[in-house]
């Protein structure tokens, strides 16, 4: 039993491995293909005892042979076949494209201010992208210019050919050009979510360019939950979900060269099938009885390739708020001792989604000052 236990994981081993020799899928896969029918084969000779009698011998090894190749049909047909696709995400109202000098380009929204507009433009860095309905949550920041932008490879924003590139120090060098570019000499910088990876990164790196910092439930929700708060039904889906073959295949690749998942899996795929597990994810992010909040964009191989920097181990030496949810999974931040906390009742991970009211009022007391 030991032996095809180990049948999956020898297969990944050596799907992993093969990259190291070769960037074609046809090459790799059929590696780890062959090494998970070997083993899988050989544990099912181990399994099933060896009769006396040669006829008996003949049948066994029949059956054994037979069953081996219909699961080997299987598993290659479930990493071999891709899903159906949703659609492209559309433009939304009012968006644009920033062409910055790092290479990237951003969409993003901007939405002027009701009345005499203050000095600092306030950024906000999304977690999973939504430029048409965050549009419409930011747009009661009171007399502020705002800002609203897809990170590279998420949402509307453009991909790359090399997913190298995506790391954190790009993030925080795109959010650098965009202040460039809207020709700001200080602003205020919103990161929600993963968001606030990187507006805590970039307020490190140029705290003389940022006026104040938000931190809007500061940890990423992939590593907030995992299964916890998911009832026994919607944890049977994500693990299944997690434990599909070609899930697997992508999610090793993605680890061990993203190039290779890449090339296995267009972006159109690794971006639904990332944004499906999220929408697993979703009821455990938010207060009980609350309706999850599903977003499109998240930048599957963006998300899956992009290393976590230490990000939130320096606190800036910038004016910051951190606001989340009652409801939100993830443990309140021990650090920023210096920093404004605010806890609003009723909401979880995305938290300006669920209690827009007191969110914004929050975040427009501290901006006052």
Partial sequence: MTVLALAPVLGLFMLAGATSFTGDPSVF?????????????????????????????????????????LAVCQVSAAVLTPPPLPGALRPVPGQATWSLPTGSELAYVRLAPRGQARPEPVVVVQGVPDLGGDAAVFAGLADRTVYLYDRLGTGRSARLADPSGYTAARDVADLEAVRQAIGAERMIVLGHSAGAEVATAYATAFPDRVAKLVLSSPTPAASAVRFAGLDTTQSRRLALSLLHPRSLAIDTLAQVDPAAARAFASDAELDARLDARNALVAPA???????????????????????????????PAVPTLVIRGACDPAPPLGRFASARRVEVPGAGHHVYRDRREPYLKAVNEFLAG
Avoid: D, H, M, N
Wanted: hydrophobic fraction near 50%; include cysteine; proline fraction near 11%.
């Fill in 29 to 69: 896969i059929l590696a780890g293909l062959a090494v998970f029918g070997a083993i899988l084969l050989l544990g099912l000779l181990l399994c099933v005892p060896r009769p006396a009698r040669p006829l008996w011998r003949w049948v066994r090894g029949a059956l054994v042979l037979g069953t081996a190749g």
């Fill in 285 to 315: 992010l938010s207060c009980p009885g609350a309706s999850p909040y599903r977003p499109r964009g998240a930048g599957g191989l963006a998300a899956l390739s992009r290393r976590p920097a230490p990000l939130l181990r320096a606190e």
